[in-house]
């Protein structure tokens, strides 16, 4: 997340934890099993709570008010996690970024009715992504559309990271 720190306004905390499952080759996952199973709601749902604890500490921690809001940020699995604490404590969410990630199939049905109403959300993907298809990000986008949230989409002609103009779109998504 470190990349994308100048995107993001002065002044705010940035809290970026590190994913607890140990990836293949390298890196950190946020999930022991992959996403779309059926199995993975629960464990979705299990590790986002325990990360929203762990958000809430460090706020305590921090001295950061309880009733100031949080926004999410997250790449790939992280985008994933972000979507859903945004659905599971949407009332102390204003606003989420995915970027190159994805709702998983049954993530939909986390959303609260009237809950996502006007609410900015960002969804970037890249349209040669072999990771993950950017067909996930327009389905990501349709959801929570019809879930009454302000989304601001954007594509770029990359494969699994940011394009330069959804870059751009990620700093005007947070200067506003």
């Not at 890196?27 to 992959?34: D, T």
């Not at 059926?38 to 986002?48: L, Q, S, V, Y």
């Not at 601001?152 to 947070?174: I, M, P, Q």
Request: with cysteine; proline share 6%.
């Amino acid at each position: 997340m470190d990349i994308f720190v100048r995107a993001l306004p002065r002044g705010d905390w940035l809290i970026s934890p590190r994913a607890p499952v140990s990836a293949e080759g390298k890196g950190y996952s946020w999930f022991s099993i992959l996403p779309d199973t059926p199995d993975a709601r629960g464990e979705f749902e299990k590790t986002g709570a325990q990360l929203w604890i762990q958000i809430m500490e460090w706020k305590r921690i921090l001295d950061i008010t309880s009733s100031t809001p949080v926004t999410l940020v997250g790449f790939s699995q992280g985008g994933a996690m972000a979507l859903l604490l945004s659905f599971l404590y949407a009332d102390q969410v204003i606003r989420t970024a995915c970027l190159s990630g994805f709702l998983p199939i049954w993530g939909g049905e986390l959303i609260k009715p009237n809950s996502l109403i006007k609410k900015p959300y960002l969804i970037t993907h890249g349209i040669t992504d072999q990771l993950i298809p950017f067909e996930r990000a327009r389905i990501s986008k349709a959801i929570l559309e019809n879930a009454g949230a302000k989304v601001t989409y954007c594509e770029g002609a990359v494969g699994h990271k940011l394009s330069a103009d959804c870059f751009t779109a990620l700093e005007e998504f947070f200067a506003n």
